[in-house]
């Protein structure tokens, strides 16, 4: 007999337990959308239509139709998509940063820096930029910054004064490799970096929206965004009387200011209006929150092995969480909710143009580490 892949996926009612099986195929889950011949105003119907039915499919790892009683069904190539533009972006981050003198400080940067990961910020930038009608090369400056400040981040996130781990994407981390100091160095060139990058190397853009690109970036990880978060989260450790709200505002700046970031910088860049990057900026939160308790699922029911990064430690560190507030099929039904929200905030773009960030959406929601 033919051996089978199961993948979960998520329905309205489904609390994640769903699952669906399909002979020697590895299946990705994937919203999928109608697109064929129909005219403009009828795909919009049918795109809210479908958002709000909240249908979630799961197509194979190769391009295939899925049949429904009033048509054929063409799906992204999600797994292509993300390779190709990763592969993309790494090129880019890889040129961006060279080893020169210093050595050390250029080796630290690009040892966290091109150590993988999913490019999940980046390849949204991308797919914003490209959904509001700009070029996807006026995109790559600023999809690097979002991944260098990322890298940052996750360097000082690691050290010993802050979450004290040792692992990170399946490596020892940084300051396990170079020494505590070198390590808030490398994070500290990278952040500096970021803005320089965005300013110096994107080109074909008004200067007026490349300082705006720059101004929403700055403000996701300052005392705004990504810092604001980190010191309530740092301050909220061990305590009883965390409740959700304080947990959702660690999280809108901590998690999701620098995913808001990557979305909003991409729309910027690609000469969206201000109407298409508000409806871009709630989506981001959205999925900028969704990141979060997926995060949060993922580090009470994965092992270190799965995730690449060290399970259990925010149990360990008694923080506030969403399965510690909420209990672990809440949190999932949470997260179903932020689901169809983001969804909801793509309705009336560009019916083929918004597939890679619905499908970027459902690959936050759905993956496994």
């Not at 709200?245 to 620098?258: D, S, Y």
């Given at each position: 007999?033919?051996?089978?892949?199961?993948?979960?996926?998520?329905?309205?009612?489904?609390?994640?337990?769903?699952?669906?099986?399909?002979?020697?195929?590895?299946?990705?889950?994937?919203?999928?959308?109608?697109?064929s011949?129909?005219?403009?105003?009828?795909?919009?119907?049918?795109?809210v239509?479908?958002f709000?039915?909240?249908?979630l499919y799961?197509?194979?790892t190769?391009?295939?139709?899925?049949?429904?009683?009033?048509?054929?069904i063409?799906?992204?190539?999600?797994?292509?998509?993300?390779?190709?533009?990763?592969n993309i972006?790494?090129?880019?981050?890889?040129?961006?940063?060279?080893?020169?003198?210093?050595?050390?400080?250029?080796?630290?940067?690009?040892?966290?820096?091109?150590?993988?990961g999913?490019?999940?910020?980046?390849?949204l930038?991308?797919?914003?930029?490209?959904?509001?009608?700009?070029?996807?090369?006026t995109?790559?400056?600023?999809?690097?910054?979002?991944e260098?400040?990322?890298?940052?981040?996750?360097?000082?996130?690691?050290?010993?004064?802050?979450?004290?781990?040792d692992?990170?994407?399946?490596?020892p981390?940084?300051?396990?490799?170079?020494?505590?100091?070198?390590?808030?160095?490398?994070?500290?060139?990278?952040?500096?970096?970021?803005?320089?990058?965005?300013?110096?190397?994107?080109?074909?853009?008004?200067?007026?929206?490349?300082?705006k690109?720059?101004?929403?970036?700055?403000?996701?990880?300052?005392k705004?965004?990504?810092v604001?978060?980190?010191?309530v989260?740092?301050?909220?450790?061990?305590?009883?009387?965390?409740?959700l709200k304080?947990?959702?505002?660690i999280?809108?700046?901590?998690?999701?200011?620098?995913?808001?970031?990557s979305?909003?910088?991409?729309?910027?860049?690609?000469?969206?209006?201000e109407?298409?990057?508000?409806?871009?900026?709630?989506?981001?939160?959205?999925?900028?929150?969704?990141?979060?308790?997926?995060?949060?699922?993922?580090?009470?029911?994965k092992?270190?092995?799965?995730?690449?990064?060290t399970?259990?430690?925010?149990?360990?560190?008694?923080?506030?969480?969403?399965?510690?507030?909420?209990?672990?099929?809440?949190?999932?039904?949470?997260?179903?909710?932020?689901?169809k929200?983001?969804?909801?905030?793509?309705?009336?773009?560009?019916?083929?143009?918004?597939?890679?960030?619905?499908?970027?959406?459902?690959?936050i929601?759905?993956?496994?580490?």
């Amino acid at each position: 007999m033919s051996s089978m892949n199961v993948v979960t996926w998520v329905g309205p009612n489904s609390k994640w337990n769903q699952t669906i099986t399909t002979k020697n195929q590895t299946l990705v889950p994937f919203l999928a959308i109608p697109i064929s011949s129909l005219t403009n105003q009828q795909r919009r119907r049918k795109l809210v239509s479908s958002f709000s039915s909240f249908k979630l499919y799961a197509i194979l790892t190769n391009v295939v139709k899925v049949k429904t009683k009033e048509e054929t069904i063409p799906n992204i190539n999600f797994n292509a998509y993300m390779l190709e533009k990763a592969n993309i972006v790494n090129k880019a981050l890889d040129e961006a940063i060279v080893l020169k003198e210093p050595v050390k400080i250029h080796e630290a940067m690009r040892y966290s820096l091109l150590a993988g990961g999913k490019r999940v910020r980046p390849i949204l930038c991308i797919a914003a930029c490209k959904l509001v009608g700009g070029k996807e090369e006026t995109a790559i400056p600023s999809a690097c910054a979002v991944e260098m400040i990322h890298t940052m981040s996750l360097i000082h996130d690691d050290l010993p004064c802050m979450d004290n781990d040792d692992l990170r994407r399946g490596k020892p981390t940084n300051h396990k490799v170079y020494g505590e100091d070198v390590a808030v160095l490398a994070g500290d060139a990278l952040l500096s970096f970021a803005f320089e990058h965005v300013a110096v190397s994107t080109t074909g853009v008004p200067p007026e929206k490349v300082v705006k690109a720059i101004a929403e970036l700055a403000k996701s990880v300052g005392k705004e965004g990504l810092v604001a978060g980190q010191i309530v989260d740092l301050e909220s450790e061990g305590l009883s009387n965390v409740g959700l709200k304080t947990l959702e505002f660690i999280h809108l700046r901590k998690t999701a200011a620098l995913l808001e970031a990557s979305v909003v910088m991409g729309a910027i860049i690609g000469g969206g209006s201000e109407d298409e990057i508000g409806k871009l900026r709630k989506f981001a939160r959205c999925i900028g929150l969704l990141f979060q308790v997926v995060d949060d699922i993922l580090d009470v029911t994965k092992s270190s092995e799965e995730l690449g990064k060290t399970a259990g430690k925010d149990l360990a560190a008694d923080k506030a969480t969403y399965p510690k507030l909420l209990g672990l099929e809440k949190s999932k039904e949470f997260a179903e909710k932020l689901i169809k929200d983001a969804h909801d905030c793509l309705i009336g773009f560009d019916y083929e143009k918004v597939a890679p960030l619905l499908a970027l959406t459902n690959y936050i929601a759905y993956r496994q580490n």
